[in-house]
Nanobody, 124 residues
């Protein structure tokens, strides 16, 4: 069993930055794929970024490529999402998730464990 808790969300002006953290419990974190997703009001959940178990391979949604960076520290059982040059359209609840099947998937259905989410609001 893995439990995930996101933190670092908040209110920021357009052009600003935030760093989200995803703290995990359980020994399988370091061997799992870590993904970030987001859901804006009235919209479906969408893929943001994913990183493999070692941090050596990443994948991003086109909408965040070049602005967001995903990383992880397996010694701390923590994943990160650095968000720069934020835009009002980045406003959403952000979720981290774990995929035990070692696939850099952009499909939420492939993920096994989810955190409760953290709100990110970008003002114009």
């Amino acid at each position: 069993q893995i439990q995930l808790v996101e933190s670092g969300g908040g209110l920021v002006q357009a052009g600003g930055s935030l760093r989200l953290s995803c703290a995990a419990s359980g020994r399988t974190f370091s061997s799992s794929v870590l993904g970030w997703f987001r859901q804006a009001p009235g919209k479906e959940r969408e893929f943001v970024a994913v990183v493999n178990w070692s941090g050596s391979s990443t994948r991003y949604a086109d909408s965040v490529k070049g602005r967001f960076s995903i990383s992880r520290d397996n010694n701390k059982n923590t994943g990160y999402l650095q968000m720069n040059s934020l835009k009002p359209e980045d406003t959403a609840v952000y979720y981290c998730a774990i995929d035990l099947h070692m696939i850099l998937s952009a499909r939420g259905a492939d993920y096994d464990y989810w955190g409760p989410g953290t709100q990110v609001t970008v003002s114009s």
